[in-house]
C-alpha cells in the first residue's frame, strides 16, 4: 500500500509539474483538458472522463454539445497526445513517471520507470496502443472512427467535419487533490496492473526515449543530390525544431538585422507544425544560408499573426541581389493566421559559397526558410500522404505527411492492405468539407495526380453502402476535375488513382483543389503534384 501511495504522489507531482513547465502554454484546451482528466483520475471518478464531460466541463462547450458535429474534444485529445509524445521524447525523457492519453480514450495512463526496472524486459508495443497512433482523432465512444449504424436500417451519414481546435481565455489550470481511502485502493490496484503493461512498455520507451530523433526527409526529391539541405526556423535562437515529418529546423543564426518577434498561443490554418509560424524576423533582415555549388530550391514561409489586413503590409525581398519580389502575405494566404509558403526555383549558390536573402523594407518579415537541393528549370514534385507519418514507396519517392489543407477530418481504414502495392498511401483518409492549397512555381504546368480508396462503404465493412453512397465534386484552380464521383462505382474498395495535366498554378502559385460533397462526404488518401 505504502508504494502505492508514493507511486500516486510521484504521478501527483508528474502532472502539476508538467502543467506549470508551459509545455501546452498557460490557459489554452491542452492545459484544460489534461486538468480535467487527471482531476477525475486522482478523484477516483474515472467514469466521468466521457468526451461530453470533457466538451461541457473542461472545454467550454454548451450543453447542447454534440460530438457528431464537434469534435473539439478528439481534435484537442490527438493534440495533446502529440505534445505529450514529443515531451518524453525530449525534456521528459528521465522523468520518472511519463503520462499518456491512449488513443481512442480519455482516461490518463502513468508510466513509473521503476516498474520498467524491476521487471526487467518487454516485447514490441503496437503502433496504436502507445500514444503514438497514426490516430488524426480519437475514435468515437460508441464504435469506429466514423460512427455505427443504428439498429433502424437507416442510411449512414458520416460526421459532420472537425472544427478546429480553438484557442480559449481562461483561469490558471488547478489540479484538485482530494485523497480518498478507495482512491488509495485503486491506486494500489493500478500499481499491480501497471507491471502487465511491461510487455508493450519496452518498444515504447526505447522508440521515445532512447532513440535519436527521426532522420530529416525531404519534402520531394531533390535532382541535385550534392546539395545541402538547409531549414532554419527565424527569430528562434533556442533549441532545433523537429517537425512532423521528422525534419529538423535550424535556430536563427544565419541572418542580421531587423528585430525577432513571437506570439503564443495562436492556431495557424494550413500546418500542423504551427511553431514554425509563431516567431521570426521583421524589418530590414540580411541573411547568408552557406550551401555547396549547385541549384537550389527556396521556401519562404509567412503567416500574417498582427491582425492586419489585405494591402496593409508589403514583404519586399530579394535573392542573391536580383529584383525585389513584392508579397502581400494576408492577400496570398488568403487571411490572417494562415500559413502561405512562396517556392522560387533555380536559385544558385553565389561564387562565395551562400545564397543571399535580403527583406528591404522595414514592414517585411519572415517565419522560417527552407533550402532543398533543386532540377534546374523545374520545381521537386510535392508528395502528400493523409496521415501524420511520412512514407517512402517502392519506386523511392517520399511522400511528406498531410498538410496544406483546410477543413475535414481524418479517418483511418481498418482492413487488410497487405496485399495493396503501396497500401500504406490508403491507411487513412480525409473526409469532410475540406480543400488543399498546394504551393509551387508560378512558371510551369502540373500533373497533379488524386488517390482515393473507399474507407466506409462497402465490403470492408460489412457491405455498408455501396453504388452512390458517396457523390462528390472536384475542381482545381476554377475548373471541374471530377463531376459526380463515386469512388465506389469505378473501384469498388480497391485504390484509385485520376490524373489531371495541364494544371495552370493561380497567379499566386497555388494548386487549389477543393472537395464538394453531393452525397455524403468527399474523401481523399494522397496527393501528387508534378512539374511538366
Not at 550534392?226 to 515529418?245: C, F, Q
Request: charged share 20%; proline share 6%; aromatic share 10%.
Amino acid at each position: 500500500m505504502q508504494s502505492a501511495i508514493s507511486k500516486l504522489e510521484a504521478e501527483r507531482t508528474e502532472v502539476v509539474g508538467i502543467l506549470s513547465s508551459g509545455v501546452f502554454g498557460r490557459t489554452n484546451n491542452l492545459v484544460r483538458l489534461l486538468t480535467f482528466v487527471c482531476d477525475k483520475y486522482f478523484d477516483g471518478e474515472i467514469d466521468e472522463i466521457k468526451e461530453y464531460n470533457v466538451a461541457v466541463h473542461a472545454l467550454g462547450r454548451p450543453e447542447s454539445f454534440d460530438p457528431q458535429v464537434d469534435t473539439i474534444v478528439r481534435v484537442t485529445a490527438h493534440a495533446l497526445r502529440k505534445r505529450l509524445e514529443d515531451f518524453y521524447k525530449t525534456t521528459g525523457a528521465e522523468h520518472p513517471v511519463h503520462i499518456c492519453l491512449p488513443p481512442g480514450h480519455y482516461v490518463p495512463k502513468f508510466i513509473h520507470a521503476c516498474d520498467l526496472e524491476t521487471a526487467g524486459g518487454a516485447s514490441a508495443l503496437d503502433e496504436k496502443q502507445n500514444g503514438q497512433s497514426l490516430d488524426g482523432l480519437a475514435p468515437h465512444e460508441n464504435g469506429g472512427p466514423e460512427g455505427k449504424l443504428a439498429d433502424s436500417a437507416r442510411p449512414f451519414q458520416e460526421p459532420n467535419a472537425a472544427q478546429r481546435a480553438e484557442q480559449q481565455e481562461g483561469s490558471e489550470p488547478r489540479i484538485k487533490f482530494r485523497p480518498r481511502i478507495g482512491m488509495m485502493v485503486g491506486a494500489a490496484i493500478f500499481a499491480l496492473s501497471v507491471v502487465l503493461l511491461v510487455f508493450v512498455w519496452k518498444e515504447w520507451n526505447r522508440n521515445r526515449v532512447r532513440e535519436s530523433p527521426p532522420q530529416p526527409i525531404v519534402a520531394a526529391a531533390p535532382g541535385n543530390s550534392s546539395g545541402k539541405i538547409l531549414r532554419v526556423k527565424l527569430g528562434d535562437t533556442s533549441t532545433p525544431y523537429l517537425d512532423r515529418g521528422g525534419s529538423a529546423w535550424e535556430n536563427d543564426h544565419f541572418c542580421a538585422g531587423g528585430s525577432a518577434f513571437s506570439v503564443t498561443d495562436r492556431a495557424i490554418q494550413g500546418t500542423e507544425d504551427p511553431q514554425l509560424f509563431l516567431s521570426g524576423r521583421r524589418g530590414i533582415v540580411h541573411c547568408n544560408f552557406p550551401v555547396p555549388p549547385g541549384i537550389y530550391e527556396v521556401h519562404l514561409l509567412f503567416a500574417e499573426t498582427s491582425g492586419l489586413q489585405e494591402a496593409s503590409r508589403n514583404v519586399a525581398f530579394s535573392i542573391n541581389g536580383g529584383p525585389l519580389t513584392n508579397l502581400d502575405v494576408v492577400d496570398d494566404a488568403g487571411g490572417d493566421d494562415i500559413a502561405t509558403t512562396k517556392v522560387i526555383t533555380d536559385v544558385a549558390s553565389a561564387s562565395d559559397g551562400a545564397i543571399h536573402m535580403d527583406f528591404t523594407t522595414s514592414e517585411a518579415f519572415i517565419n522560417a526558410i527552407e533550402i532543398l537541393p533543386g532540377t534546374p528549370h523545374r520545381m521537386l514534385p510535392v508528395r502528400l500522404v493523409v496521415g501524420h507519418s511520412p512514407y517512402r514507396d517502392s519506386n523511392g519517392n517520399t511522400w511528406m505527411p498531410d498538410r496544406y489543407f483546410f477543413g475535414g477530418r481524418l479517418s483511418g481504414f481498418r482492413g487488410d492492405l497487405s496485399k495493396v502495392t503501396d497500401g500504406r498511401l490508403y491507411e487513412w483518409h480525409r473526409f469532410g468539407h475540406f480543400q488543399y492549397v498546394v504551393p509551387v512555381a508560378t512558371s510551369a504546368r502540373y500533373t497533379l495526380k488524386l488517390h482515393f480508396m473507399e474507407h466506409w462503404f462497402g465490403v470492408q465493412n460489412g457491405g455498408i453502402g455501396g453504388v452512390g453512397s458517396r457523390v462528390f465534386d472536384v475542381s482545381c484552380n476554377g475548373s471541374m476535375l471530377l463531376k459526380g464521383f463515386d469512388i465506389f462505382r469505378e473501384a469498388g474498395s480497391q485504390p484509385l488513382v485520376k490524373s489531371f495535366q495541364h494544371i495552370e498554378p493561380t497567379p499566386q502559385g497555388k494548386i487549389e483543389i477543393y472537395f464538394t460533397p453531393a452525397v455524403n462526404y468527399p474523401s481523399i488518401s494522397a496527393i501528387e503534384v508534378i512539374p511538366e
